[in-house]
């Protein structure tokens, strides 16, 4: 397949799989699979970190007023929601960034288009959102303890197969804290890990040489689109608690990974 349709294609994958609870470096990886993909380590990375790049300016549109409010308060003297949110979200990032700093190694052995792995992680994300669309008693604002737990939640969620907004918000509310307010803090606390990731990079000399500017630049503009309208759909979704839908759609995924590495 032509580089600039696979790089669209993958794109869009990426774009819906980030924000719907089905791991979008898992399908990334599988898309990789199917397509043969042979891309150098460093513009794998380039690519893959592209594509999240454009679906973290997605969630910053969607919440660009959230945004704007939680800058204010981090600068008002008082105490506020604001504030006690902003650091929450700084809170939640801390395990992911020690992950990244210190195991980015370890974990970048398991993107090795390894099937049978990815597909056990799917199965991990079912039965976590299995759990958390039987949640009842779900009313809670962010606490600090919850943020820590839920960026541990992150943290594991950087294996592909397991979905991180999946394991951040059934983490939440799991927790008891409020559906809207759960999906809320999983789409922005991954937002300045992004941009922390892009930025370690860019300083390692990761982005150097690439031969594939065309594809990267079709791969990020489909990523950004989708990932606005997949944003605004699972936000909605969650409030209605719909997240058995995808529980049983990461179930028969893995399961097809775990059948095909199996009988190939």
Same mark, same amino acid.
């Given at each position: 397949m032509p580089e600039l349709l696979e790089a669209i294609i993958l794109g869009i994958v990426q774009g819906l799989t980030e924000f719907l609870?089905?791991?979008?470096?898992g399908h990334l990886e599988i898309g990789n699979y199917? %397509?043969? #993909?042979e891309r150098s380590a460093d513009e794998d990375l380039l690519f893959i970190v592209t594509l999240h790049a454009a679906t973290a300016l997605s #969630?910053? %549109?969607v919440f660009r007023k959230d945004i704007i409010e939680i800058v204010k308060g981090i600068f008002q003297p008082t105490w506020n929601k604001s504030k006690q949110f902003s650091i929450a979200i700084i809170i939640s990032m801390v395990p992911a960034a020690i992950v990244g700093l210190f195991f980015d190694e370890f974990i970048a052995q398991f993107f090795n288009q390894n099937l049978l792995f990815?597909?056990?992680m799917l199965l991990v994300t079912a039965a976590l959102l299995l759990f958390a669309d039987r949640a009842k008693d779900t009313h809670r604002s962010v606490g600090f303890t919850d943020a820590i737990i839920v960026g541990l939640a992150q943290a594991v969620a950087t294996l592909p197969g397991i979905s991180r907004s999946g394991a951040t918000i059934? #983490?939440?509310v799991?927790?008891?804290i409020d559906r809207a307010k759960a999906a809320r803090f999983s789409f922005l606390m991954v937002?300045?890990?992004?941009f922390g990731k892009m930025a370690k990079d860019i300083l390692d000399g990761t982005f150097t040489n690439t031969t594939q500017t065309l594809p990267i630049i079709a791969g990020f503009f489909a990523a950004l689109i989708t990932g606005y309208f997949a944003c605004t759909w699972m936000i909605s979704l969650v409030k209605k608690s719909k997240l058995s839908y995808f529980c049983w759609y990461c179930f028969i995924v893995g399961l097809i990974a775990i059948g095909y590495w199996t009988f190939r």
């Open positions: 609870p089905v791991s979008s470096s199917i %397509f043969g #993909t #969630t910053i %549109f990815i597909g056990l059934a #983490t939440s799991i927790l008891g937002v300045p890990l992004i």
